[in-house]
């Protein structure tokens, strides 16, 4: 399983863009990316996954350079109900377990 | 829209008694997971059921926990004998089973307080 590492917290103010970044140098061809967020006593929540170059949702958007070896999930004009857990993970295709970090801790303030 | 659900919400015990945690996937979902997660760390894959089949179990998964999915519908986690060490947010997830990039659904969780 590649592994991932992100920072483990990041400070924001209501509307501004959140640019987290995830390294996982020893992605493997078949893996892709896929974001979680994370509210506290509640279960993760899917926001967005890619393979390569960017994908956007009505929720974020992932940056995926040639290498695949990061990956930057960006959400924009962030809220305070943003603040959650983010956590970055790379897995195989049809690989069924998630393996997840510790995650990035995203607070943001009025 | 129905997600998936966890019953119950809160389980307060004492150390050496058993609890049952029921799950009720999204229901076209034949793909269910059971994963734990302790304070500050992220979930932990548990196991794992494919309709009724159970096709995989961690090692953090002892012989004290057991895991079942009769009918390929809900899902329970039964854990006896608990000890403090289970204290733990128990999450389930559900998914189709369907695609090479197969997204899972979590639940709210159950989360198990063991005095």
């Known amino acids: 399983l590649a592994k991932t590492t992100q920072p483990i917290s990041m400070d924001s103010y209501e509307g501004q863009e959140v640019n987290i970044t995830c390294s996982h140098n020893n992605i493997a061809t078949n893996d892709y990316i896929t974001w979680y967020q994370q509210f506290p006593s509640q279960g993760p929540r899917f926001i967005i996954q890619?393979?390569?170059t960017k994908v956007t949702n009505e929720v974020a958007s992932l940056f995926i350079p040639a290498d695949r070896k990061s990956s930057t999930l960006s959400l924009p004009r962030v809220s305070l109900s943003d603040t959650a857990v983010y956590y970055c993970l790379v897995g195989a295709f049809n690989d069924y377990k998630l393996s997840f970090g510790a995650g990035t801790t995203v607070t943001v303030r009025a | 829209d129905t997600g998936v659900s966890q019953d119950p919400r809160h389980k307060i015990t004492k150390r050496g008694q058993n609890v049952t945690f029921r799950c009720d996937p999204i229901s076209e979902h034949n793909r269910l997971y059971w994963y734990r997660q302790t304070l500050g760390q992220g979930p932990e894959f548990l196991t794992y059921f494919q309709n009724e089949a159970q096709l995989e179990k961690s090692r953090l998964l002892s012989d004290r926990f057991s895991a079942e999915r009769p009918k390929g519908s809900f899902s329970t986690l039964e854990i006896q004998r608990t000890e403090q060490g289970d204290s733990a947010m128990y999450l389930c997830?559900?998914?189709?089973?369907?695609?090479?990039?197969?997204?899972?659904?979590f639940g709210p969780g159950t989360r198990l307080t063991v005095l």
């Open positions: 890619g393979y390569k």
């Open positions: 997830a559900s998914s189709m089973g369907l695609a090479l990039t197969d997204t899972q659904y």
